[in-house]
Nanobody, 122 residues
Framework: QVQLVESGGGLVQAGGSLRLSCTAS????????IGWHRQPPGKQRELVAV???????TYANSVKGRFTISRDIAKNTVYLQMNSLEPEDTAVYYC????????????????WGQGTQVTVSS
């Protein structure tokens, strides 16, 4: 019944920027955590960035300093600002949420969006 909808993907040249958006059908503050995963072609899905209910953030080492996760609670929306994009960032990006009552590690992402394609050309 809970839906996550991503948008903002596209084609960009190396060094460029994109901002992805994820809009939830529920108050995102009700989620223990919400974040972004990506799956490059032929590779495993990996966690890119996550924000907990208390706004603690965690990033994959490969994107630290380049990507920023943020939220607008009033709009039920989470963003992923991606700067200095590299061809290695090419992937389908998924928004996912952990809807448990409390923040627990490891996180359990039961809610998933449909994904949005990001392609970075060299």
């Amino acid at each position: 019944q809970v839906q996550l909808v991503e948008s903002g993907g596209g084609l960009v040249q190396a060094g460029g920027s994109l901002r992805l958006s994820c809009t939830a059908s529920v108050n995102i503050f009700s989620l223990a955590a919400i974040g972004w995963h990506r799956q490059p072609p032929g590779k495993q899905r990996e966690l890119v960035a996550v924000m907990t209910r208390s706004s603690t953030t965690t990033y994959a080492n490969s994107v630290k300093g380049r990507f920023t996760i943020s939220r607008d609670i009033a709009k039920n929306t989470v963003y992923l600002q991606m700067n200095s994009l590299e061809p290695e960032d090419t992937a389908v990006y998924y928004c996912a949420g952990d809807n448990r009552a409390a923040v627990r590690w490891p996180l359990a992402f039961a809610l998933w969006g449909q994904g949005t394609q990001v392609t970075v050309s060299s």
